[in-house]
């Protein structure tokens, strides 16, 4: 990489501004992309994030975090670096970083998507010399359906649990999937249950002004009674788990990208998968690096050879796999 920005063992690193992108070791002064755990990390001395990732920042990392939100555009320069934030269309408060040093310009995108979401600010394309990109789905059998289609398949699903009796249990990520789904749905179905990781974040984004359908936090004093014929959205963890247990019969689904194939959504066990990704698929990924004019392009997380590979030979771009310490979309995560 160039002098602007270079990899260590912390993380992205700006030398000119003494500044990190989404570190995973303790650091001065971090730059957050979005409030996700494998890109927001504890310890850091001073946060620097959109303004909507600041109060999940504060919840799930302590309120007395150091830490400042720019609004999408606002500049901001440290020692001659112009620095800002702009939409990833990934979750609510989700950033592309722009760097800008004597006119070499550095965008690290963290986690994107290009489909329409009715919570997130839709993906801005923005024109560099280099461009950091994820892979989280970088093959061309990732294509995603369009998102109405899987809405209507989801009211489906819970409208015939309920003629059964069922209780509909969805797992998806407490941050983003999860408020995505609210707002997505038909409320008109039935009573709509959280566990508690789901119900906190809706609460912080609901006092940002974030609208989606009305929910309730389950709690030890319901019955099983209370839940027939509900829908319950919970963390991919707390699936099959003792908790998921006392909510009754019940029809288990994940909504992740992992469920356009097959083999995930056996090992899991879910009776359904809905194929409902907050990241980009394979169509939206070369969109999106071919949409910013970058000759550099710097892949991480999921299928990076193969994607840098391909955008080596199919493009004729610059492009290398890059080891990090993302995730990505993970079925077992509780995030």
Known sequence: MSQLLLI??????????????????PVKRALITHAHSDHARWGMKYYL???????????????????????????????GVRISFHPAGHIPGSAQIRLEYKGEVWVHSGDYKLEE????????????????????????????????????????????NKEQGLVSVIGAYSLGKAQRILAGVDASLGPIFCHGAVENTN?????????????????????KKDFQGA???????????????KLGKQSQAFASGWMSLRGPRRRRAADRGFILSDHADWKGLNQ?????????????????????????????LNARPVETLYEGENLESSD
């Open 49 to 79: 994030a959109h303004k909507d990732s600041l109060p999940i920042l504060k919840h799930r990392l302590g309120a007395e975090i150091s830490a400042q939100g720019l609004e999408y555009g606002e500049t901001l320069e440290i020692n």
């Open 288 to 316: 999106a690096v071919l949409d910013t004019e970058a000759e550099n392009i710097y892949v991480t997380h999921g299928y990076k050879e193969i994607y840098a590979k391909w955008l080596c030979e199919e493009y004729g």
């Open 117 to 160: 979401d009715p919570l997130s600010q839709a993906f801005e394309p923005q024109k560099c010399h280099h461009f950091i990109t994820e892979s989280t789905f970088g093959l061309p059998v990732y294509n995603w359906p369009e998102p109405k289609l899987v809405f209507d398949e989801i009211n489906t699903w819970w409208r015939t």
């Open 231 to 245: 829908l319950v959205i919970a963390p991919p963890s707390a699936l099959n788990s003792a908790w998921s247990k």
């Open 203 to 223: 609460q912080i984004l609901r006092a940002m002004a974030y609208k989606f359908a009305k929910t309730e936090l389950v709690r030890s004093e319901h019955n």
């Open 8 to 25: 260590d063992e912390n993380g992205y690193y700006c030398k000119q501004a003494d500044i990190y992108i989404d570190p995973w070791r």
